[in-house]
C-alpha cells in the first residue's frame, strides 16, 4: 500500500509528464527552476506576520461541550461495533482504478473511533471519502456529514500528517493535488476537521504549476482568497497556518482489505495509531 498510495498522490500533486505539453493560455507567470529557488527563513514583514496570524485566528471555532462518550478510551469495543456493521462501511474492491483504503482514526479527538473509506479515482486523481463514527451508545455508527458542494477530498490517503490543536478543535493539514493535464496541476493547503459531526475543510493557499513546451515549469500561488501572492508570502502562511499551537504529525495505518474476513485483524493494526494520545 504505501508505495502505491503514496507514489499515485506524488503523481497528482508535483509530477507531469513532459511529454505533448504546450503552453497554457491562462498562465503568465514566471519561470523558476527545477530545484526551486524559493527558501524558507527569510525575514517577513509585519503585514506577512500580521495576515498569517490573522488566517490562524480565523480558524478557531467556540468549544463544544464535551463528548458523553466513554471516560476510558475503550477502543477495542468500539472496533467491535465496527466489525459488527460492515454493511454500512465496506466495499469490495474494483480493481486497480478502484481501490478502497480503510483506516481507524479520532480525527475529532473525542474518544469515539472512526472507520474511513477513501479512494483515488479518476483523470483528476481526486478522492472520495466516508467516515463513520462510533456513537455515544457504542452499540452502532452514525455517518459524519459531509459538505454536498465537496466532491472531492483533501489527500487523506497517505501516512504522515501533520496536526494542530486550537480551542478545542483539532485540524489536520492536508494537501489536495489536482491533475489537470499531462503537464498542468494544481495542489491546495487545506485544513480539515471534525466538528459537530460535520467534515469542515478549509483551502489557504493554493499553487498552480505548468510546464510548457520548452520543459521550463511555471508555479503561480495564491492565497485562501485566492489573490495571487509571491512565493515568500506563500511560504510565511504555509509555515504559519497553526499560529502558537504546537504541530504535531500523526502516521495513518491505511489498509487494503480485500476481503471482509480479514477487517478484524487489518483494523486492529491500523488501530494501533491512536491507540494512544495522538
Not at 15 to 43: H, Q
Not at 177 to 196: A, P, Y
Request: proline letters at 1%; one cysteine or more; charged letters at 25%.
Amino acid at each position: 500500500m504505501k508505495s502505491k498510495t503514496i507514489a499515485v498522490i506524488l503523481a497528482a500533486s508535483t509530477v507531469f509528464s513532459l511529454a505533448a505539453c504546450v503552453s497554457s493560455p491562462r498562465y503568465s507567470g514566471s519561470s523558476v527552476n527545477e530545484e526551486s529557488v524559493i527558501t524558507k527563513g527569510v525575514e517577513s514583514t509585519s503585514e506577512e506576520n500580521t495576515e498569517a496570524s490573522e488566517i490562524a485566528k480565523s480558524f478557531e471555532s467556540d468549544k463544544t461541550s464535551e463528548s458523553a462518550g466513554t471516560t476510558e478510551n475503550n477502543y477495542h469495543q468500539q472496533l467491535k461495533v465496527i466489525l459488527d456493521n460492515t454493511d454500512k462501511w465496506f466495499v469490495k474492491q474494483g480493481g486497480p482504478a478502484e481501490e478502497y483504503y480503510y483506516a481507524i482514526l479520532d480525527l475529532d479527538n473525542d474518544s469515539h473511533i472512526e472507520i474511513v473509506r477513501a479512494t483515488m479515482q479518476g483523470t483528476g486523481h481526486y478522492t472520495y471519502v466516508d467516515i463513520y463514527e462510533v456513537n455515544d451508545a457504542v452499540n452502532g455508527l452514525i455517518q459524519i456529514a459531509k459538505d454536498p458542494k465537496i466532491f472531492d477530498f483533501p489527500d487523506i490517503i497517505t501516512e504522515d500528517i501533520e496536526y494542530f490543536d486550537n480551542d478545542g478543535v483539532r485540524y489536520f493539514n492536508v494537501k489536495n493535488g489536482t491533475h489537470i493535464n499531462s503537464c498542468e496541476g494544481m495542489t491546495e493547503n487545506t485544513l480539515l476537521s471534525v466538528r459537530d459531526n460535520q467534515v469542515v475543510i478549509v483551502a489557504y493557499s493554493s499553487e498552480h504549476a505548468v510546464i510548457d513546451k520548452d520543459g521550463k515549469k511555471h508555479v503561480k500561488y495564491f492565497d485562501k482568497d485566492s489573490k495571487e501572492i509571491s512565493g515568500q508570502e506563500y511560504l510565511k502562511i504555509n509555515d504559519s497556518i497553526n499560529g502558537s499551537a504546537k504541530l504535531y504529525t500523526v502516521n495513518f495505518k491505511w489498509k487494503l482489505i480485500e476481503k471482509v474476513q480479514d477487517a478484524e485483524k487489518l483494523l486492529g493494526e491500523s488501530m494501533d495509531s491512536i491507540s494512544t494520545k495522538m
